[in-house]
Every structure is written in C-alpha cells, then in structure tokens.
C-alpha cells in the first residue's frame, strides 16, 4: 500500500503522530506534578514520621503514572481512531479497492460514534485490569505484562476490524462472534501490532499499515467461514439392495 497509495498512507500518519504528542504532553505533565498529585491523595499520611510518609507518596505517584501509562497505551487506537477518522477511511476505501472492493453499507453517525466510545471504555477497563495485576507482589512483574500482550492485542484487533465488518452490516454481536472464532488470527494480528507500538514512534509510523491489515484480515476471516459453512457434504456411496448377490469377498456382484 506504501508503493500502491503513498499519498494516502502518508495522510494516515498524521493523527497518530498528534495524539501521540498528547499523550506524551499529558504523561510529562503528570509527572511534573506527581509529587502534588500524591500528597492530594494521601492526607491521612500528614502525621507520619517522615520516612514513612516519603514511602507511601512514592508508591501512589508511581502508581499514578503506570496506571495513566497504561490507559494511553490501551486506549491510543481507539482514541487515533476517533481523531483520525476521516484519514482512517480514506486508508481504508482504499485497501478495499486494491483488494477486489464491497458493497458497502451506510452506518448512521450515532452508531458508529457509540461503538467506538464502547471500545474506548473497554481499553480503559483492561488497562486498569493489568495496572491491578501488575501490583500484585513478584507474579505481577510476569502475569502483568504477559496478560497485558494479550488483552491489548485483542482490543487493538477488534478496534482496527471494526470499520471493514461494521460497514458490512455486521452486528456488533457478529463481529464478536467472527474474532472469536478466528482467535489464532486475531491475536497474531494484534499482539505483533501491539509490539511495534512498544518501539518509540512506532504508533505513528505502523497505524497506516496495521488499517490495511485490519482490512485484509477481516476479509479473511470472512471468506473462512462462508467457505466453511457452505463446503459441501461427501455424498455418501448408494446403499446395495438387500437381495443383491454378493461375492464371498463381501463385493457386490454387478448384475
């Protein structure tokens, strides 16, 4: 698609690299005022001996900042998504042209609008979820980030198929039940996506590529279970008339 439609990749950079800048802007802020933010949050610890006091102020300003970092980093699709909309379906249209094209079903504005805040809640809620996990003493340093691979992997998947299975009329019911019967593929897809947005400056650099992606895979999945619902049966052999004569072999004689 780079060499295909160059200019429209290129479009499809652009809201990733602005919402990218916010986050950074907000997670540098955050930080500047951890200190406050803490101290705010933990009045009860104004009496206590100094030491202490340091101890616990630590813990809830660095847990501030993880759990901020997290919900940018589960949210960032959904949010480029909603930013980057009218970029994003420019990508799109144009990686279902080079792939054959569709008939193509008009959504209402509302719709589209209320499952995209849908996936943003969803990203928020995981990434307080793994934020839980992570604090839980020496198995949180493992299942923290191992359950955080695959739960964004999941989310990014199901937020970047949305647009191309949406626009066919799929229910959202449907669209759950289609990725979570191509599991295998929905996770290769969003885990190794989620890896290069772990790289400084991938999000940007990968959005364009993985709404291609996103688009070949759901027409995939797609074309799997049509062609699995609709492969025909073995005709199973004509059964021997009882009388027939056999041979001692068990064949059947012809007549």
């Known amino acids: 698609m780079w060499r295909l439609r160059p200019g429209v990749m290129a479009l499809g950079m652009l809201p990733a690299l602005i919402v ?21 949050i933990t009045p009860f610890a104004d009496d206590w ?34 930013v980057g909309d009218p970029f994003y379906e420019r990508v799109w249209k144009a990686a279902e042209e080079e792939l054959g094209g569709f008939q193509e079903v008009k959504l209402g504005f509302w719709r589209s609008a209320g499952d995209a ?21 020496l198995l949180g340093q493992i299942l923290g980030p191992v359950l955080g691979a695959i739960l964004a992997g999941h989310i990014l998947a199901r937020e970047l198929t949305n647009r191309p299975l949406e626009a066919r009329g799929i229910a959202s019911a449907d669209r759950k ?5 191509n599991r295998a593929r929905e996770l290769g897809f969003g885990v190794m996506t989620q890896l290069f947005y772990l790289v400084p400056g991938g999000a940007a650099l990968i959005m364009p590529a993985a709404a291609v992606g996103a688009t ?38 012809s007549v």
């Open 20 to 40: 990218s800048v916010v986050f950074m802007a907000a997670l540098l802020t955050l930080a500047w005022f951890s200190d406050e933010l803490a101290a705010a």
């Open 49 to 82: 001996a100094e030491a202490w006091q340091r101890l616990v102020r630590i813990f809830v300003s660095g847990g501030l900042l993880f759990a901020a970092a997290a919900i940018a980093a589960y949210s960032f699709t959904a949010v480029t998504l909603i």
């Open 117 to 137: 805040i849908k996936l943003l809640l969803r990203s928020i809620g995981a990434a307080i979820l793994v934020s839980l996990v992570g604090l839980i003493p």
């Open 177 to 181: 039940a289609l990725l979570k019967g």
């Open 216 to 253: 070949d895979l759901a027409r995939i999945m797609l074309a799997s279970t049509t062609s699995a619902t609709t492969a025909p049966v073995p005709a199973s052999p004509p059964s021997q008339p009882a009388d027939a004569p056999h041979d001692p072999s068990g064949r059947p004689n």
